[in-house]
Protein backbone atom coordinates (compact mmCIF):
# COMPACT_ATOMS: atom_id res chain seq x y z
CA UNK A 1 0.00 0.00 0.00
CA UNK A 2 1.36 3.10 -1.04
CA UNK A 3 0.63 6.50 0.79
CA UNK A 4 1.78 9.99 0.29
CA UNK A 5 1.49 10.88 3.89
CA UNK A 6 4.80 11.86 4.58
CA UNK A 7 4.97 13.84 0.72
CA UNK A 8 1.72 16.17 1.88
CA UNK A 9 3.82 16.66 5.00
CA UNK A 10 6.81 18.04 3.12
CA UNK A 11 4.48 20.18 1.00
CA UNK A 12 3.48 22.09 4.13
CA UNK A 13 6.34 24.30 4.43
CA UNK A 14 6.82 24.06 7.95
CA UNK A 15 10.25 23.05 9.07
CA UNK A 16 10.14 21.99 13.05
CA UNK A 17 8.21 19.10 14.49
CA UNK A 18 4.29 18.15 14.12
CA UNK A 19 2.98 16.24 17.23
CA UNK A 20 -0.13 14.38 16.00
CA UNK A 21 -1.74 12.78 18.37
CA UNK A 22 -4.75 10.45 16.83
CA UNK A 23 -7.58 9.35 18.46
CA UNK A 24 -10.69 6.68 17.45
CA UNK A 25 -13.80 6.31 19.53
CA UNK A 26 -15.83 3.23 19.42
CA UNK A 27 -18.51 4.97 16.48
CA UNK A 28 -15.16 5.10 14.13
CA UNK A 29 -14.62 8.70 14.46
CA UNK A 30 -11.19 9.86 15.02
CA UNK A 31 -10.08 13.23 16.21
CA UNK A 32 -6.63 14.27 15.44
CA UNK A 33 -4.79 16.81 17.25
CA UNK A 34 -1.66 18.82 15.33
CA UNK A 35 1.04 20.98 17.77
CA UNK A 36 3.53 22.70 15.43
CA UNK A 37 6.78 22.98 17.58
CA UNK A 38 10.13 25.14 16.00
CA UNK A 39 13.35 25.31 18.31
CA UNK A 40 13.24 28.70 20.87
CA UNK A 41 10.62 30.13 18.75
CA UNK A 42 7.01 30.14 20.05
CA UNK A 43 5.92 27.69 22.67
CA UNK A 44 2.66 27.13 23.59
CA UNK A 45 0.41 26.41 20.83
CA UNK A 46 -2.64 25.58 20.75
CA UNK A 47 -3.16 22.18 18.76
CA UNK A 48 -5.20 22.05 15.79
CA UNK A 49 -7.77 19.34 15.93
CA UNK A 50 -9.54 18.03 13.55
CA UNK A 51 -12.38 15.08 14.39
CA UNK A 52 -14.12 13.46 11.51
CA UNK A 53 -14.29 9.51 10.36
CA UNK A 54 -11.20 8.20 8.37
CA UNK A 55 -12.36 8.55 5.17
CA UNK A 56 -13.33 11.84 5.62
CA UNK A 57 -9.89 12.79 6.80
CA UNK A 58 -8.17 11.02 3.81
CA UNK A 59 -10.30 13.30 1.61
CA UNK A 60 -9.91 16.73 3.57
CA UNK A 61 -6.88 16.29 6.37
CA UNK A 62 -4.54 18.07 4.25
CA UNK A 63 -6.50 21.07 2.73
CA UNK A 64 -7.53 21.67 6.12
CA UNK A 65 -4.14 21.58 7.89
CA UNK A 66 -2.77 23.89 5.44
CA UNK A 67 -4.05 27.67 5.95
CA UNK A 68 -3.01 27.02 9.97
CA UNK A 69 0.21 25.74 9.29
CA UNK A 70 0.88 28.63 6.71
CA UNK A 71 -0.49 30.74 9.70
CA UNK A 72 1.85 29.30 12.47
CA UNK A 73 5.07 29.61 9.80
CA UNK A 74 3.80 33.59 9.38
CA UNK A 75 3.87 33.53 12.77
CA UNK A 76 7.23 32.22 13.98
CA UNK A 77 8.50 34.18 11.38
CA UNK A 78 7.69 37.45 12.16
CA UNK A 79 8.92 36.41 15.56
CA UNK A 80 12.15 35.39 14.58
CA UNK A 81 12.72 38.40 12.13
CA UNK A 82 11.60 40.38 15.13
CA UNK A 83 14.21 38.74 17.88
CA UNK A 84 16.87 39.13 14.99
CA UNK A 85 16.36 42.69 14.58
CA UNK A 86 16.22 43.27 18.32
CA UNK A 87 19.48 41.83 18.46
CA UNK A 88 20.65 44.01 16.24
CA UNK A 89 19.40 47.14 17.72
CA UNK A 90 21.19 46.75 21.14
CA UNK A 91 24.34 45.90 19.39
CA UNK A 92 24.04 49.32 17.80
CA UNK A 93 22.81 51.07 20.27
CA UNK A 94 25.45 53.55 21.89
CA UNK A 95 26.59 53.87 25.32
CA UNK A 96 27.04 57.39 25.20
CA UNK A 97 23.02 58.15 24.52
CA UNK A 98 21.86 55.91 27.85
CA UNK A 99 19.27 58.56 28.77
CA UNK A 100 17.63 58.65 25.45
CA UNK A 101 17.56 55.01 24.77
CA UNK A 102 15.92 54.15 28.00
CA UNK A 103 13.00 56.46 26.76
CA UNK A 104 13.24 55.11 23.78
CA UNK A 105 13.29 51.58 25.59
CA UNK A 106 10.13 52.13 28.11
CA UNK A 107 8.40 53.98 25.04
CA UNK A 108 8.83 50.61 22.79
CA UNK A 109 8.14 48.52 26.10
CA UNK A 110 5.10 50.08 26.09
CA UNK A 111 4.19 49.37 22.63
CA UNK A 112 5.30 46.03 23.11
CA UNK A 113 2.88 45.14 25.84
CA UNK A 114 0.32 46.53 23.60
CA UNK A 115 1.44 44.39 20.63
CA UNK A 116 1.67 41.50 22.54
CA UNK A 117 -1.99 41.60 23.90
CA UNK A 118 -3.07 41.95 20.40
CA UNK A 119 -0.38 39.33 18.98
CA UNK A 120 -1.34 36.83 21.61
CA UNK A 121 -4.63 37.45 23.14
CA UNK A 122 -6.13 33.35 21.95
CA UNK A 123 -8.97 34.36 19.58
CA UNK A 124 -12.12 31.99 20.26
CA UNK A 125 -10.74 29.64 17.89
CA UNK A 126 -8.34 29.19 20.54
CA UNK A 127 -10.26 29.15 23.66
CA UNK A 128 -12.08 26.56 21.59
CA UNK A 129 -9.38 24.49 20.67
CA UNK A 130 -8.26 24.68 24.57
CA UNK A 131 -11.88 23.54 25.78
CA UNK A 132 -11.50 20.70 22.96
CA UNK A 133 -8.10 19.85 24.42
CA UNK A 134 -9.26 19.99 27.96
CA UNK A 135 -12.42 17.54 26.87
CA UNK A 136 -10.10 14.81 24.98
CA UNK A 137 -7.95 15.07 28.09
CA UNK A 138 -10.61 14.55 30.64
CA UNK A 139 -12.16 11.51 28.63
CA UNK A 140 -9.00 10.00 28.01
CA UNK A 141 -8.55 9.97 31.80
CA UNK A 142 -11.80 8.55 32.21
CA UNK A 143 -11.29 5.91 30.08
CA UNK A 144 -8.00 4.99 31.89
CA UNK A 145 -9.98 5.05 34.98
CA UNK A 146 -12.00 2.47 33.70
CA UNK A 147 -9.76 0.36 32.72
CA UNK A 148 -7.80 0.48 35.50
CA UNK A 149 -11.48 -0.38 37.71
CA UNK A 150 -11.31 -3.43 35.59
CA UNK A 151 -8.36 -4.30 35.86
CA UNK A 152 -6.81 -3.50 32.61
CA UNK A 153 -3.72 -1.83 33.99
CA UNK A 154 -1.78 -2.29 30.53
CA UNK A 155 -4.42 -0.91 28.18
CA UNK A 156 -4.89 1.80 31.10
CA UNK A 157 -0.70 3.17 30.92
CA UNK A 158 -0.91 2.33 26.92
CA UNK A 159 -3.92 5.24 27.23
CA UNK A 160 -2.50 7.16 29.47
CA UNK A 161 -1.77 10.89 27.75
CA UNK A 162 1.24 12.08 27.05
CA UNK A 163 2.88 14.72 28.94
CA UNK A 164 4.40 15.99 25.95
CA UNK A 165 0.66 17.20 25.02
CA UNK A 166 -0.81 18.05 28.42
CA UNK A 167 2.83 19.91 30.14
CA UNK A 168 0.31 21.69 32.90
CA UNK A 169 -1.14 17.88 33.58
CA UNK A 170 2.71 16.36 33.35
CA UNK A 171 2.39 15.67 37.86
CA UNK A 172 -1.50 14.59 37.31
CA UNK A 173 -0.35 11.84 34.27
CA UNK A 174 2.87 10.68 36.13
CA UNK A 175 1.01 10.69 39.28
CA UNK A 176 -1.57 8.37 37.58
CA UNK A 177 1.39 6.00 35.64
CA UNK A 178 3.21 5.57 38.86
CA UNK A 179 -0.45 4.25 40.56
CA UNK A 180 -1.57 2.62 37.41
CA UNK A 181 2.23 0.73 37.57
CA UNK A 182 1.80 -0.59 41.29
CA UNK A 183 -1.23 -1.51 40.73
CA UNK A 184 -0.34 -3.31 37.61
CA UNK A 185 2.38 -5.04 39.63
CA UNK A 186 0.22 -6.04 41.96
CA UNK A 187 -1.99 -7.66 40.33
CA UNK A 188 0.49 -9.31 37.98
CA UNK A 189 2.22 -10.69 41.69
CA UNK A 190 -1.40 -11.91 42.75
CA UNK A 191 -2.22 -13.70 39.78
CA UNK A 192 1.22 -15.60 39.55
CA UNK A 193 0.43 -16.80 42.95
CA UNK A 194 -3.08 -18.16 41.54
CA UNK A 195 -1.48 -19.88 38.89
CA UNK A 196 1.54 -21.89 41.05
Do not use: C
Amino acid sequence: MKTNFFQQIAGLGFNGNYLLNIHQDETGVQTVSVVLKKEKAVTGLPPMIFKATAEELDERFFEELAKPVQQTVGLITNIESYQKELEKAKKNAKPDKDKTAKAIATEQDEDDKEDENNLFTPPEDDKQAKAEKKRLYDETMEKVKELAQHTKYAEALANLPDVADYPDKAEAIEAKRKNLQAGKEAYDKLTASFND
